[in-house]
């Protein structure tokens, strides 16, 4: 009995991890806005948005006219509409973000970084 308890929460675990990594997109770093916390050519687990997302702190993936683009939700610099975020990058010098651009759309963001996984010694979980 114990051996077909363990092959059943085995099996559901194995079930649970598919279908969360099957909801992950891959995401190459392009550029230096994110340095030193992201890379160029760093790849990134990137997962849907989830209830209550995004939130200050997170790293997130928004549509910036007909591209896509790395940036930290930080408070906003000034009151903005409440289905707005501010997006900044980590390397002001390199970054268009926010502080250009103006805040951005919630609708906008079509991710929340997950987990660097690509290279190796760099992995790590958000």
């Given at each position: 009995m114990r051996r077909r308890i363990g092959w059943l929460l085995g099996a559901a675990a194995a079930v649970g991890l598919a279908r969360a990594i099957s909801r992950l997109d891959a995401v190459r770093v392009d550029g230096e806005s994110m340095a030193p916390t992201l890379r160029p050519g760093e790849l990134l687990a990137v997962g849907p948005v989830r209830a209550g997302e995004p939130h200050e702190g997170q790293i997130v993936v928004a549509r910036a006219g007909a591209r896509?683009?790395?940036?930290?939700?930080?408070?906003?610099?000034?009151?903005?509409?409440?289905?707005?975020?501010?997006?900044?990058?980590?390397?002001?010098?390199?970054s268009t973000d926010s502080r250009t651009t103006g805040?951005?759309?919630?609708?906008?963001?079509?991710?929340?970084?997950r987990a660097r996984y690509w290279p190796p010694r760099r992995a790590r979980l958000f």
């Open positions: 896509e683009v790395v940036k930290r939700v930080v408070p906003p610099r000034h009151p903005i509409d409440p289905g707005m975020v501010w997006l900044e990058g980590d390397n002001p010098d390199r805040p951005v759309s919630r609708d906008a963001v079509v991710g929340i970084v």
